[in-house]
């Protein structure tokens, strides 16, 4: 079955650091691959997304690279804010007629000023 | 604001009594799909309806739970006899649907509590 493995939290970071968050999968064919973002006390916010091998996602200087040989979409930032801090979300939707998405466990990442 | 909306936000209820949700998608959105979130776990699929038909269901879904989407607008998620083990977050999304327009856009949430 479809599985994601995301890494474990939490994360603690300085502003403006860099931020890495690995997510790697299995599923079977070719799934779309996501990030959403759950911020304190919201509902989960898709932060980017992916469909096919070698696409990059990008939003609000996050990034994030389909990679079907190391089944892996790693997010991304440069440089992260105190307002970053939130629950990340890696998620994917395998093809064919089955529209849910199976979701990681959440890595909590806390900003620092 | 046409976002995903869930009545109640929170719900408190003893045990074996039952309980229902609602989820409003956003409007022309013909796919619905309910989900549910423990603390510390990401999001498990329960249900999905196409317009009104419920075409899948989950092994989590027991036959206490309960899901419609009478006119392929609204849903409705039902359970009965609660137990304390169905203390989640309980998370609406909906999408529009066809293979370029799969992203699903998430509710706010019920938080069952059972005591």
């Known amino acids: 079955g479809n599985s994601v493995t995301q890494m474990e939290g939490p994360v603690t970071l300085s502003e403006e650091a860099f931020l890495t968050i690995n997510c790697t999968y299995t599923a079977t064919g070719y799934p779309s691959l996501f990030w959403y973002v759950q911020y304190p006390g919201e509902g989960l916010q898709l932060l980017l997304k992916a469909t096919k091998a070698d696409d990059k996602g990008s939003n609000k200087g996050f990034e994030a690279t389909y990679r079907k040989e190391t089944t892996s979409f790693h997010l991304e930032k440069g440089s992260v804010q105190v307002s970053d801090s939130a629950v990340y979300f890696c998620a994917l939707r395998s093809g064919g007629s089955n529209y849910k998405l199976t979701f990681g466990k959440g890595t909590l990442l806390t900003v620092n000023p | 604001d046409t976002g995903v909306s869930q009545n109640p936000r929170h719900k408190i209820t003893k045990r074996g009594q039952n309980v229902t949700f609602r989820c409003d998608p956003i409007s022309e959105h013909n796919r619905l799909y309910w989900y549910r979130q423990t603390l510390g776990q990401g999001p498990e699929f329960l249900t999905y309806?196409?317009?009104?038909?419920?075409?899948?269901k989950s092994r989590l879904l027991s036959d206490r739970f309960s899901a419609e989407r009478p006119k392929g607008s609204f849903s409705t998620l039902e359970i009965q006899r609660t137990e304390q083990g169905d203390s989640a977050m309980y998370l609406c999304a909906s999408s529009l649907g066809g293979p370029s327009s799969d992203t699903q856009y998430f509710g706010p949430g019920t938080r069952l509590t059972v005591l």
């Open positions: 309806f196409q317009n009104e038909a419920q075409l899948e």
